[in-house]
């Protein structure tokens, strides 16, 4: 699941709407919100990330968290580490190759780390 198609999925569940009627509403299909829910598709378009927003009758804030969310969401991320140091491109290709086998609690230690940083 990405981000997005968490917060996608908390927003629909906590007002009790269904992806068929939301799907309806958006003009895709409910596969293609599925799919967005669990992580199967690419990061939304900017168009339906406003398009969930409106629905919603999300405010200013929550539309801003949306969209980060969504630039947040790819699935399939490439690493670029050209130009870097040794142990940027190491650090790159463990974390790739161990991804699945951290726990929550380290991801959201790492995930920590990260954001202090920005």
């Not at 990405?2 to 068929?20: I, V």
């Amino acid at each position: 699941m990405t981000p997005f198609g968490h917060k996608l999925r908390m927003m629909r569940e906590a007002r009790s709407c269904q992806l068929k009627d939301l799907a309806k509403a958006l003009k895709v299909s409910s596969a293609y919100l599925s799919a967005l829910e669990h992580g199967h598709r690419g990061k939304p378009s900017v168009g339906l990330v406003q398009q969930v927003a409106a629905y919603f009758n999300l405010a200013w804030e929550e539309v801003d968290e949306l969209k980060a969310l969504a630039e947040l969401s790819d699935p399939r991320v490439a690493i670029d580490t050209a130009g870097l140091s040794p142990e940027a491109t190491e650090l790159a290709n463990r974390l790739a190759a161990r991804i699945d086998a951290l726990s929550e609690a380290e991801i959201a230690r790492l995930l920590a780390l990260l954001k202090a940083r920005h």
